[in-house]
């Protein structure tokens, strides 16, 4: 009887473990519901515009994850270019992955190109100006 009931508890916590595990995204994830709203409430504001079958979005994501430790002043997003059509038209996204930044809420710059990470670091440098 303890055999079985340390093994339902050590599936129970395995599973709350990884189901948190998978739920940790290191980006606010926004859509066309909420990223209006979001770019009003943050001051330094990026939005990765991607997808997830892109390798070029992957490498940019591995980016902007090393970028969110250096740059804690800087609220990092995503949007999902695949399922969100509205954002890619609303913000005139013609290529992904597209970074865009906001301050104060105003549209300041587009990179529509996976930059090196050395050249997202100084744009990020740039930006905090």
């Known amino acids: 009887m303890k055999l079985v009931l340390s093994l339902l508890l050590g599936a129970i916590l395995c599973a709350s473990f990884c189901h948190a595990a ?14 209006a709203q979001q770019i ?3 001051s330094l504001l990026l939005v990765n515009v991607a997808t997830k079958r892109c390798p070029c979005s ?3 994501d591995s980016y902007l994850i090393n970028a969110i430790a250096k ?6 997003a995503k ?18 992955p597209t970074l865009l930044f906001f301050k ?13 990470e050395a050249a997202l670091d100084a744009k990020l440098q ?4």
């Open 22 to 35: 998978k739920q940790s995204e290191p980006f606010v994830v926004l859509n066309s519901s909420n990223i």
């Open 40 to 42: 009003q409430a943050s």
């Open 58 to 60: 992957k490498t940019l």
């Open 71 to 76: 740059f804690p002043q800087i609220t990092f």
């Open 79 to 96: 949007v999902n270019g695949d399922s969100e059509p509205q954002v890619l038209t609303q913000y005139r996204v013609a290529k992904l």
């Open 104 to 116: 104060n809420g105003k549209l300041v710059l587009r990179l529509a190109d996976v930059p090196t």
């Open 126 to 129: 740039e930006f905090l100006k």
